[in-house]
């Protein structure tokens, strides 16, 4: 991969367009040099006067000019800072190439003339240009997903200064400011809503696609739409503190940082410059004083080895892929840190999930009820009245489950909460308890048929709410943690991976065995304290197994940090937390196997990479070296060697960007 040898400080689309001009600069100089070359006259048959009486080798000096001194010079200052490091890459490689062809060639024509290259050396300046200018715009294609990111924000907000709303940048906006948002606007920044209700469209940044209800004491994050109603926002994040910022962060040291098989990468293209240039030196050796070629045929040879060799495609071959990779993630709301991480995704076997909050909504829900000589929505309906009055989850699992069912509402009067038992009321002239068997036993209640019912219902994991009418027992109604609804697909795609799935869990073993049936789970692993989580991880790993942790990254953080995969699941606003190697936007577990998937997918395009890198090179060398040029007569010039080269970097380029085309489960909401 090239080296940024004088473009230092510039913007990608600043450096695609100076590697562009540089390499129009080669090709403009190129072609008339080529025109009074042995190529035009001979090869092709063009006999074009040379202008101003000039010798045909001086002529092509003074074309030659704008080439070395503008177009080549990135390669001459990349190669002196590599060796100022005490390294090799292949701006050193150009650089020798380039400069030796052309040296030659000058020396040739200031002692009378001869046999000169100049077009080797300009040729072979436009074919690698040409390959950069290719190389850094399929960079700047697989970088889409940050610029995608950074537009998301919106260039001005509505501060409310000194009672008067004012336009600003929404650089200039610091946190306690007051915005005004009205609806169909953009929230500038993160912070909390003071003022007014609304929906917000989140998709963007967390992927959720239901918009979310805010109201007084909301948080808000920045780049998000309000959709109806007006807010008064008061900013608690600006700039680099924002969740946006920390998300284009996030894939920024995601798509600049080196995998394992990078640095392999790497440390063979540094040995491969070596073998370049110990190569070009024993071609020329053999060629001159062995074979006893003329010197300017074993030059020839020479640089063409040099040319051949240079080790771009290898450098190309994982950083492209890694940058499309994180890209494809940023997209779908998966945040990669590090490419390490990357890389691990694509050996995970086990998955082992928390089960509330990750696989489950964390909140209860109402899974049935059993009625006894009392229609359902009556009992529904005495039973919300009582439950409206109590602050209690379970409660209010009741009172969502009948408003959902359309129930009308009734009042309840002389309400008597009984702390660890239920309630009392009365409703519509009637006494309604609601509660667990301790107070219908201490009301003399005899549950009759329902104790059958009632002790089904908590074997299966989920808690039994008894209700009595008028001292008779009258129903049982079912309340457990719901799964969510792509766990159980999540879990399917996880299996057609060939991952096995752990559910790892403090809760009881009743309820995690429910859950795990419901939704096609392998393993349960049950009652496990906080502090225990980190050890079963460790269990898993024993066996050598590449073990990845869903959670939500606080409770789970021991654990997380010990799996080989940390995966911190609807991390929300909270993009950063430490002990994940990657982070889900949204509260989906779907996201799990699409993150596998593109972990699999980056890797086997590393792989492919080298492997054709490597593969190219082998096949390469030996033909550049003339080995076949006594037998075959297959002679490779050094122009030819160079647009071969830079074919070589265009196809891993193209093979990375394929990348983008890869299957992925279907989102229920994207980020955009």
């Known amino acids: 991969m090239m080296g940024h040898g004088g473009h230092a400080g510039m913007s990608m689309a600043a ?9 129009l600069v080669a090709l403009l100089f190129s072609i008339p040099i080529l025109m009074w070359s042995p190529i035009g006259t001979e090869v092709l048959g063009l006999h074009v006067p040379v202008p101003f009486g000039l010798r045909q080798d001086v002529w092509a000096l003074l074309l030659s000019l704008p080439v070395i001194f503008y177009s080549c010079w990135i390669f001459f200052d990349g190669a002196l800072r590599a060796l100022r490091a005490r390294t090799l890459d ?3 490689l150009v650089a020798v190439a380039v400069g030796a062809g052309w040296l030659y060639s000058v020396v040739v024509t200031l002692t009378g003339g001869g046999e000169v290259f100049y077009e080797a050396a300009t040729v072979l300046a436009a074919f690698v240009l040409l390959g950069h200018w290719f190389e850094m715009r399929a960079r700047g294609g697989a970088n889409d997903a940050i610029r995608t990111l950074l537009d998301l924000a919106p260039p001005k907000a509505l501060v409310v200064r000194d009672g008067t709303q004012v336009e600003v940048p929404t650089a200039e906006v610091v946190a306690g400011d007051l915005l005004l948002v009205r609806p169909g606007a953009k929230i500038a920044v993160d912070g909390v809503v003071e003022e007014g209700e609304s929906e917000v469209d989140e998709s963007m940044v967390t992927g959720e696609s239901l918009p979310v209800h805010k109201e007084m004491g909301s948080d ?4 998000t739409i309000n959709r109806n109603g007006t807010l008064r926002v008061r900013a608690t994040k600006v700039g680099a503190d924002t969740a946006l910022a920390q998300i284009v ?8 940082s080196k995998a394992p098989g990078q640095r392999l990468a790497d440390r063979a293209a540094f040995w491969l410059v070596l073998v370049a240039l110990i190569g070009g030196a024993l071609t020329f050796a053999v060629w001159f004083l062995l074979a006893g070629r003329p010197f300017g045929v074993a030059i020839l040879f020479a640089i063409t080895v040099v040319v051949i060799t ?11 892929a890694i940058m499309v990779g994180t890209g494809l993630g940023a997209k779908r709301g998966v945040l990669f840190k590090n490419a390490i991480a990357l890389e691990t995704s694509a050996r995970v076997q086990v998955v082992v999930m928390d089960k ?20 359902e929505d009556e009992l529904l309906r005495l039973v919300a009245a009582v439950e409206r009055e109590s602050e209690h989850p379970l409660a209010q699992a009741v009172v969502r489950y009948a408003d959902e069912r359309g129930l009308d509402s009734v009042r309840a009067e002389r309400f008597e909460n009984i702390p660890g038992h239920g309630a009392v009321a009365q409703v519509a002239g009637r006494r309604v308890m609601v509660g667990n068997r301790r107070l219908l036993d201490r009301e003399g209640i005899a549950l009759g048929e329902l104790g ?13 709410v008894l209700v009595a009418i008028d001292g008779r027992a009258a129903g049982v109604i079912g309340i457990a943690d719901a799964p969510r609804e792509t766990s159980a697909a999540a879990v399917s795609a996880l299996h057609d991976l060939g991952v096995e799935v752990v559910m790892l869990t403090g809760d009881n073993a009743a309820t995690a065995e429910r859950i795990a049936r419901a939704l096609g789970i392998d393993t349960v692993i049950a009652e496990v304290l906080p502090g225990d989580k980190a050890a079963k991880i460790a269990e898993l790993q024993a066996g050598g197994r590449t073990v990845a942790m869903v959670g939500d990254g606080v409770n789970d953080a021991p654990a997380l940090a010990q799996a080989d995969l940390g995966i911190a699941i609807g991390a929300g606003t909270d993009v950063a937390i430490e002990t994940a190697d990657l982070v889900l936007m949204r509260s989906d577990p779907l996201d799990v196997p699409t993150a596998l998937r593109i972990g699999r997918g980056t890797v086997r395009k590393m792989r492919q990479n080298l492997g054709w890198a490597i593969g190219y090179n082998t096949l390469a060398l030996p033909i550049a070296a003339g080995v076949f040029e006594p037998a075959l007569g297959l002679v490779l010039r050094p122009e030819i060697a160079a647009l071969s080269m830079s074919g070589s970097s265009f196809i891993v380029a193209m093979n ?3 990348l983008k085309g890869l299957r992925l489960p279907a989102a229920q909401g994207q980020v955009h």
Request: proline fraction near 6%; hydrophobic fraction near 40%.
């Open 15 to 23: 450096m695609v367009a100076d590697m562009r001009n540089r390499f």
């Open 90 to 92: 292949m701006m050193v």
């Open 220 to 223: 808000v994050v920045g780049a």
């Open 249 to 256: 962060k996030l894939v920024q040291q995601a798509q600049n």
């Open 310 to 320: 240079c080790p771009d495609a290898l450098g190309l071959a994982t950083p492209t």
């Open 356 to 375: 509330t909050g990750t696989l489950t909504k964390g909140e209860p829900e109402v899974t049935e009820v059993i009625t006894d000589g009392v229609p």
């Open 452 to 464: 059958t019912r009632r002790d089904q219902v908590a074997s299966g994991g989920r808690t039994a």
């Open 656 to 658: 990375a960007l394929a």
